[in-house]
């Protein structure tokens, strides 16, 4: 069974020497808390996060419904929701005809530019990302992204409001040979507490890199490493029957904590389109340092604040 780490070896996932940390607090503050995090381990994550969500405001009243009672009794079970039905296709048909129509592009590789879904420059690129800012603006995406059952569900499962933070939105094509970055075996080091929602935008099946959670692995403490790690080493720590592929049709949607090891595999013979919307106890640094748009239809201020002034 792989060994727990200690304070000191997780310290080095994000903080190599005190001056690389000092650098980026003093470029952005929000690094602070985001670089110290991994050293926390699960008990300290846990510890801060009553902390923190005791401070942090609550809805009054909260109502829950059958659905929200139940995403989150399957995270704290799990890690994982049940696949819900998909969304109307009206709503969908508009989502993906924006992606498809909105150039993406590869972060590690910027020289490519940014280059039509269906005209990838090369075989390198294993995925194509969407930036905050043109994700916010696909149409229907403050309604998918302030879903009522959504938002309660995180904040049972959080303990306060959510912060919506770290909307995301990418392509992956089949034809690769090698898994790279979020196609490995990771856990989210992004806040002490959060859940993030994820749309399949279009139809995921096991030849349309589906993705996979290993059940029950949010609330362990092994493997606290900072680092991706093999399918071989996830399936001797939390066995093979709890690594659970995770289908649905176009439009189906699931909740995750993603401290729990995830990844999406590789496509075999089907690109796959993926939006995924982060809900923490507080902002990161994946976001704009400053709201993009106004709020126009009333979204709770305080849920939105990162995205919505």
Same mark, same amino acid.
């Given at each position: 069974?792989?060994?727990?780490?200690?304070?000191?070896?997780?310290?080095?996932? /994000?903080?190599?020497? &005190?001056?690389?940390?000092?650098?980026?607090? /003093?470029?952005?503050?929000? %690094?602070?808390?985001?670089?110290?995090?991994?050293?926390?381990?699960?008990?300290?994550?846990? /510890?801060?996060?009553?902390?923190?969500?005791?401070?942090? =405001?609550?809805?009054?009243?909260?109502?829950?419904?059958?659905?929200?009672?139940?995403?989150?009794?399957?995270?704290?079970?799990? #890690?994982?929701?049940?696949?819900?039905?998909?969304?109307?296709?009206?709503?969908?048909?508009?989502?993906?005809?924006?992606?498809?129509?909105?150039?993406?592009?590869?972060?590690?590789?910027?020289?490519?530019?940014?280059?039509?879904?269906?005209?990838?420059?090369?075989?390198?690129? %294993?995925?194509?990302?969407? *930036?905050?800012?043109?994700?916010?603006?696909?149409?229907?995406?403050?309604?998918?992204?302030?879903?009522?059952?959504?938002?309660?569900?995180?904040?049972?499962?959080?303990?306060?409001?959510?912060?919506?933070?770290?909307? #995301?939105?990418? &392509?992956?094509? =089949?034809?690769?040979?090698?898994?790279?970055?979020? +196609?490995?075996?990771?856990?989210?080091?992004?806040?002490?507490?959060?859940?993030?929602?994820?749309?399949?935008? *279009?139809?995921?099946?096991?030849?349309?890199?589906?993705?996979?959670?290993?059940?029950?692995?949010?609330?362990?403490?092994?493997?606290?490493? #900072?680092?991706? +790690?093999?399918?071989?080493?996830?399936?001797?720590?939390?066995?093979?029957?709890?690594?659970?592929?995770?289908?649905?049709?176009?439009?189906? &949607?699931?909740?995750?904590?993603?401290?729990?090891?995830?990844?999406?595999?590789?496509?075999?013979?089907?690109?796959?389109?993926?939006?995924?919307? +982060?809900? %923490?106890?507080?902002?990161?640094?994946?976001?704009?340092?400053?709201?993009?748009?106004?709020? =126009?239809? #009333?979204?709770?201020?305080? *849920? %939105?604040?990162?995205?919505?002034?």
């Amino acid at each position: 069974m792989p060994e727990t780490t200690t304070f000191a070896e997780r310290l080095k996932t /994000r903080v190599p020497s &005190w001056s690389h940390f000092l650098a980026r607090a /003093r470029a952005d503050e929000r %690094n602070i808390a985001y670089d110290l995090l991994p050293a926390l381990g699960l008990k300290g994550r846990r /510890r801060v996060g009553n902390i923190v969500s005791a401070f942090h =405001p609550k809805t009054p009243g909260l109502k829950l419904s059958p659905v929200a009672r139940s995403l989150c009794r399957d995270l704290r079970r799990d #890690g994982f929701s049940a696949v819900q039905p998909p969304i109307a296709s009206d709503i969908l048909n508009d989502v993906v005809s924006y992606f498809k129509t909105t150039p993406c592009h590869d972060p590690y590789r910027p020289h490519l530019g940014t280059f039509a879904w269906d005209a990838v420059p090369s075989d390198e690129v %294993n995925i194509g990302y969407f *930036t905050p800012e043109e994700v916010l603006r696909a149409p229907h995406m403050l309604d998918l992204m302030n879903r009522p059952d959504v938002l309660a569900a995180a904040e049972l499962y959080l303990g306060a409001k959510p912060v919506l933070d770290n909307i #995301g939105c990418m &392509w992956s094509w =089949p034809g690769r040979d090698v898994s790279k970055g979020v +196609q490995r075996f990771h856990r989210d080091y992004d806040c002490v507490r959060n859940v993030k929602l994820f749309y399949y935008l *279009t139809e995921v099946d096991n030849e349309a890199g589906p993705h996979v959670y290993a059940k029950g692995s949010q609330r362990s403490r092994i493997l606290e490493t #900072g680092k991706a +790690q093999t399918d071989d080493t996830i399936s001797e720590a939390f066995g093979p029957e709890n690594v659970v592929r995770i289908t649905g049709p176009a439009g189906s &949607w699931f909740m995750e904590d993603v401290y729990g090891f995830h990844k999406g595999l590789l496509p075999v013979a089907k690109p796959r389109l993926l939006l995924a919307i +982060q809900y %923490n106890l507080y902002p990161s640094p994946h976001s704009p340092k400053a709201p993009i748009m106004d709020n =126009p239809s #009333g979204y709770d201020p305080y *849920t %939105n604040k990162v995205f919505l002034r």
